[in-house]
């Protein structure tokens, strides 16, 4: 992919992961902008279901992405242990509700793999590649292209399980 | 950054205000108010647009400008007065100068039409004659090197000797100018001979480090006018005493150089004399010489009081975001501290607490601070009626009348929101005025009015509102055409009967002009529907008084600033909403047999006898758990520039305020039927809903037969 390539000059980048519906994920570290606890969002009318609707980040309305609904595995039951994570790309922010994040990982840029060609699915539009950390597989997300799919004419009835 | 390109935009940044002072000049002078102060302004604003431009390499812009500084030159020296005429072209300058720098910036250096005023200004300029004469006008690529011959004008030229002295104020370094380059700069004029004036310099003990205490003495010698040696000081003319004067011509030997060698020497403070030094000698000589000079003298004279104007409004250049960011984290505080405040007040803590008092003294300076904050976003009304003059001018070619526009209050703030949105209606609303208000000049003497139209264009604070109005001195509005209008577009019945206010607001009505858009700035008879619509998203209000043979006047009211809004926050189900207080027209319990079923979709409520329709929230925004018994809800009746009147459904009123307006659409999409958010004192966020975009997606919903599965529309 093009965009590995690109960072591949770089050496290596930090990415923090978080788990969702049992998977782990990975974001680039430079994208986060803060973690933070659960809190009621107020929903957003006629919004697709993994938008979870919005919350006040200290003066900021960010809406805030149920990554499960997002990936297909219905919405999420909050409790107080979910946080939500502030992704920050250029001027805008969102917030992305998962389950728990679990660590920072430094791959070899040659570690990454690119992701299958698989037939389009909720989550290959927004998959930049897959590492192998500790003999567990992680997905790391390209978070421009998730914030870009928000503004998209979303099909929400697809991506229920 | 490329460091040029943000220094262009500083430049830019500059031009901006160097071509509102200039045209505020210019409109001075119109009026007959050309003292030497105006006019060097006016000179000094299109002298630095020339300068930087010409850092830049905008070539048009520096040619243009240096013709209209040079006739400027000429008016500052005496040489041209500057009669209705010349101010008159003058102005004409202004507008194409102003054209020029905008052209720069956009990057098309080229295309601007200035030939014909360019002409007219070397006629002023006195320059045509000493030229070759009438066949350098047809040559359009004139050279503006020939110009610098002309440019010294009444000037001294050939071998000439210049004393300067030359004594930096501290201020001088503190805007970091460098005397040393002034000097360098001078060097490269003529032949130049330097000695510094320690004179001032105190004991070390008493020495302040930051005071300037050295001065210069030079002697320059050399084909040099006087303007040459004034651009050089150009950036410190206002921070230095400064005083330049011809020698004698028969001074043949330069006299500061057989005193060179006494520099080393340490001047010691003791001596409060100057030292001795042949510029002394020379002094006396040149004082005659000075008097017979006297205008440059003036010159300083007037320079300095500008100085100490512009020191008395002092300014800084602020990224708006910065200051957006202040008003969010003062916001944010308030509301922190109403948390805190109800926190305290759980935990049983009693107000008389020492905790309670800090907490209540905590809020009286937060309420301080953030109105101290929202007051640096306000502006001077200035910035947007000082586009107006131009116009004004522009249209009174265009129509063949005489106008004048009078502008008043144009110091009155108001908030940046307000005043970036506010320009397109006011210049319409001129058009207007000028276009259909104002009689033809004939018939204005027949009526026995004067030639010339007054429009009047005034701002003023009233009752935490900002009133402008647009007032001209016409025939009114023409109330049997109007109607006849009307009737004929079928905006009313041919029986109707109306009053003369009535028939007066005939014009805002939809449909009673042609033009659509509010761009179409080009047509004639713009619609007043569209300057109404746009004032009413501004949440103002607009009216029209007319009187019949003594002209028309047109007031808008508008809010302050539109980062805060007036709304009514009610309930819906578990939610809570804000509807704009500016559209709502009132609020009543609903009985049990208020609502009636009207058709398939609709229902209808009837308020004392006409029915509205009805939408409600809870069911058009999908949120659970809504009342559905009517008997607990409450209507609230609102105006919808697009559909009229309806009535929207909510289930209990919380509460009247003022909210902050927080976008969202950056951060995910536009939301049809919302307008933006806000952020409760609790800390939630609650969103204010758009009370057009309700009824259009009302409707919306009614058309597409099965109103559940409407999904997010995005925009």
Redesign the interface.
Known sequence: MEEINKTAKEGRRQFITFCSSGQEFAADIMTIREIRGWT?????????DH?R????L??????VVDMRARLGHGITETNAKHVIVVVKIA????GLLVDAVSDIITPDIDEIQASPDLTRDAESDFVEGIVVVDEKMITILNMGHLMDS?????A?GTLVA | MDPMESIKITYFEECAELLVAMEEGLIAMENGEADDEIINAVFRAVHSIKGGGGAFGFEALVSFAHIFETVLDRIRSGELVPEPDVIKCLLRAGDLISDHVNAARSGSDAGIDDEEVKDELRELSGEASEEAGADDFEGLDFAPMQFDLGESGPEVKAESVWSIHFAPHASLYSKANEPYLILRELAVLGDMAVEADLSRLPPLSLLEPEEAYIAWNIVLRGDITRTAIEEAFEFAAEDCDLVIELLPPDNDELPALPQLPDLPEPVYPAVPDLPASGLADAMPAAVAVSDALKSPEQQKDATAETAQKSAASQSIRVDLDKVDRLVNLAGELVITQAMLAQSVQEAGLRSTSKLGAGLVEFEHLLRELQESVMAIRTQPVKSVFQRMPRLVRELAVQTGKQVRLVVEGESTEVDKTVIDRIGEPLTHMIRNAIDHGLEPTEARIAAGKPAEGTVTLSAEHRSGRIVIEIADDGAGINRVRVRDKAIEKGLIPASAVLSDEETDNLIFMPGFSTASTISNISGRGVGMDVVRRSIVELGGRISIVSTPGSGSRFVLTLPLTLAVLDGMVVAVGDQTYVLPLSHIIESMKLGKSDIHSYGREWELLDVRGSFVPVVRIGNLLGIEGSCHKDANGVAILVESESTGRFAVIVDAILGQRQVVIKSFENNYRHIEGVAAATILGNGRVALILDIDGLALLRRAQRESATPVELKATGS
């Open positions: 009621p969002t107020t929903p957003l009318p006629n919004a697709p938008v609707g919005v919350i006040n200290r003066g900021v309305v960010l809406p001027e805008r922010v969102i928000l503004r998209e004419h979303a929400p």
